[in-house]
Structures are given as C-alpha cells and as structure tokens.
C-alpha cells in the first residue's frame, strides 16, 4: 500500500521529493542532481526573480487568481515561466512514438487529455494534470512516458515493448 501523503520530486517525477527549493518554495526534489537540474532550469532563479518584478508590474497579472490546486505545485502567475514549451522535435518525437499514438486513441485517456486541454487558465489546467497524476495512475504513467519519450527525464527510459525503465 502506498502513502498518498508522499510528493513526488518535481524534477524527475519519479522518487519522493525530501527537500523544497529555498527560492520557489514550490518545487520539491529528491537529490542534489534535481537540485541542480532545477537550478540550471532557472538559470539559477534568475530568471524567475525577473518574472517575478514583471508580473508585480503588469495589472493584467495582478487581477488573476494564484494557483491553489491540490496537487505538488504550488505556483504563482510569476512562476508559469519556469514550465517549458514543447519543441518542435520534441512534438516530432511524439508523432514518430508507436506507444504515444496507441495510447491516445484510448477514449477514456483522449478524453482526460481534452479535458485538460479546454481549461482556459494555465492555472486550472496544472491543477488537474496535478490531481489525474495523482488519483489515476495510468494518466500518471502515460505523463511518465511522454516526458521520457521527449527526453526531459533523465532516470527513464522506455523498452520496446513501451514499459518504463530505469536508465542505467
């Protein structure tokens, strides 16, 4: 049985998280090597100190909500910056991978991905990728993959027959 209560490392989404980030607050990890995976991430908090100044300046930031979702992230409209975008090879790496194009003509998975796709806020949209990961693990292994086929996890690979294995 396993302990709900446990984050996961928001750097490699993969062990339980031990430490938080003095800086963010909201992102937890499990090592020094996540650790300074997220610090080279933000350019050491650089760049997430001058989201911050600029978002303290814009009043179209001001009027939003912070995000409060149940899940491990806890983030402000400052923060959004540190999430990357996709790639255009990254995007092509998911259109050549059998595993990724089986799975989304599952309904019930296209059905949570569109669901998740026609939030409107970017904040509302983290937070229920945050609570799917969470309470279904198939949704959770499905992320697992796709951010292992685009190559932003470093600790996991995928074998040929689509499982999820630890690099060695």
């Given at each position: 049985?396993?302990?709900?209560?446990?984050?996961?490392?928001?750097?490699?989404?993969?062990?339980?998280?031990?430490?938080?980030?003095?800086?963010?607050?909201?992102?937890?990890?499990?090592?020094?090597?996540?650790?300074?995976?997220?610090?080279?991430?933000?350019?050491?908090?650089?760049?997430i100190s001058q989201?911050?100044?600029?978002?303290?300046?814009?009043?179209?930031?001001?009027?939003?909500?912070?995000?409060?979702?149940?899940?491990?992230?806890?983030?402000?409209?400052?923060?959004?910056?540190?999430?990357?975008?996709?790639?255009?090879?990254?995007?092509?790496?998911?259109?050549?991978?059998?595993?990724?194009?089986?799975?989304?003509?599952?309904?019930?998975?296209?059905?949570?991905?569109?669901?998740?796709?026609?939030?409107?806020?970017?904040?509302?949209?983290?937070?229920?990728?945050?609570?799917?990961?969470?309470?279904?693990?198939?949704?959770?292994?499905?992320?697992?993959?796709?951010?292992?086929?685009?190559?932003?996890?470093?600790?996991?690979?995928?074998?040929?027959?689509?499982?999820?294995?630890p690099k060695q």
């Open positions: 049985m396993t302990n709900n209560n446990k984050i996961n490392c928001s750097i490699c989404f993969v062990n339980t998280s031990k430490y938080n980030c003095p800086k963010c607050k909201n992102i937890k990890y499990c090592s020094i090597e996540c650790s300074n995976k997220h610090k080279e991430q933000t350019n050491d908090h650089k760049n989201n911050n100044i600029e978002s303290n300046n814009s009043i179209e930031n001001s009027n939003k909500p912070r995000y409060s979702g149940s899940g491990n992230i806890n983030i402000s409209n400052a923060n959004l910056a540190y999430f990357k975008q996709v790639t255009e090879e990254q995007l092509k790496k998911l259109d050549d991978s059998k595993y990724i194009q089986s799975c989304i003509t599952h309904k019930k998975l296209k059905e949570l991905i569109l669901e998740v796709d026609n939030k409107t806020l970017d904040y509302d949209r983290i937070d229920l990728l945050e609570q799917y990961r969470k309470n279904i693990p198939e949704f959770n292994e499905f992320i697992l993959k796709v951010l292992t086929t685009i190559g932003t996890l470093d600790n996991l690979s995928i074998d040929n027959n689509g499982n999820l294995i």
